[in-house]
């Protein structure tokens, strides 16, 4: 239910300019950072106090990205590295929020199983990097797959701690009320998680890309990952520069979304 203005008190519209004048302070003072730290990168490469070869300058990843655009190669390789991340990203938040589900409804299962998920996680997953591309053939399959390694245990773990930590007292008074597993599942423990499941994605979001770009560093044709191995190998940096700049703004959407989505979710339970 929407209120005016008129409903509220002296003191809070006073709290709401307040907390809107902060907002407003935080964003430009975010935009202002980004721009300082830009124009201070192309002073110093234009003075030659860094090497511009060595590090760029947003000047010359503007020019790359003009190049990347006229020659149609700059939204195919982002295009392509999307694509792999989010679909690593979902199979992944699928895969291990079921798996969690499982060893949540089972005690047993979830003991026997623990100790191997708490190697798995620690185990460095680059070292499996050519065990998979063997596995499961060379280019998109085994980046997604990389990428899905690489995020499923985090999932698991994430949301197994969020089953398991669902208010006990809830859970007896609803067994005393008739309810079996499968309601208490899906009318308290579900959506008692959702907000670590929130959580958990915005982790995967990253943990994606990680995987996604280090599944094209061992075996891709194209991606701004394939990109970047390209660039150092030809010593073009601008071009690894650019695609290192590219990757950050496609994960910062990527996070904006997952973030839209956690406002829209404390809005409506609000």
């Not at 790359?64 to 979902?90: C, K, P, Q, R, Y």
């Not at 929020?97 to 199983?113: D, G, N």
């Not at 499961?136 to 969020?162: F, Q, R």
């Not at 308290?188 to 770009?213: A, D, H, Q, T």
């Amino acid at each position: 239910m929407k209120h005016s203005k008129e409903n509220y008190s002296k003191e809070h519209l006073q709290y709401l300019k307040k907390r809107k004048n902060s907002k407003i302070v935080v964003l430009s003072s975010q935009i202002g950072l980004l721009i300082l730290f830009l124009a201070l990168w192309e002073l110093l490469a234009r003075t030659g106090l860094i090497n511009s070869f060595i590090t760029s300058s947003p000047s010359k990843i503007v020019n790359t990205i003009g190049e990347l655009f006229a020659s149609g190669e700059l939204f195919m390789h982002m295009g392509v590295t999307l694509l792999e991340t989010l679909a690593g990203f979902f199979i992944a938040s699928f895969l291990g929020t079921l798996i969690a589900i499982l060893l949540w409804w089972s005690e047993t299962v979830r003991k026997i199983l623990e100790p191997y998920i708490v190697i798995l996680n620690s185990l460095p997953k680059i070292a499996l990097g050519p065990l998979i591309i063997i596995w499961v053939g060379s280019g998109t399959s085994a980046i997604i797959a990389i990428c899905v390694l690489i995020c499923i245990i985090i999932t698991i773990i994430t949301m197994l701690n969020a089953f398991l930590s669902c208010d006990e007292d809830k859970i007896l008074l609803m067994k005393s009320m008739g309810a079996n597993k499968f309601k208490i599942l899906f009318k308290l423990v579900l959506p008692y998680s959702i907000p670590n499941f929130i959580s958990m994605l915005k982790i995967n979001v990253g943990m994606s890309w990680v995987g996604s770009i280090m599944g094209e560093y061992l075996s891709s044709s194209a991606g701004l990952g394939y990109l970047i191995v390209y660039g150092s190998q030809v010593f073009r940096l601008d071009l690894v520069m650019t695609s290192t700049v590219l990757l950050c703004i496609l994960a910062g959407l990527m996070y904006f979304a997952v973030a839209l989505l956690e406002k829209y979710y404390i809005k409506k339970h609000r």
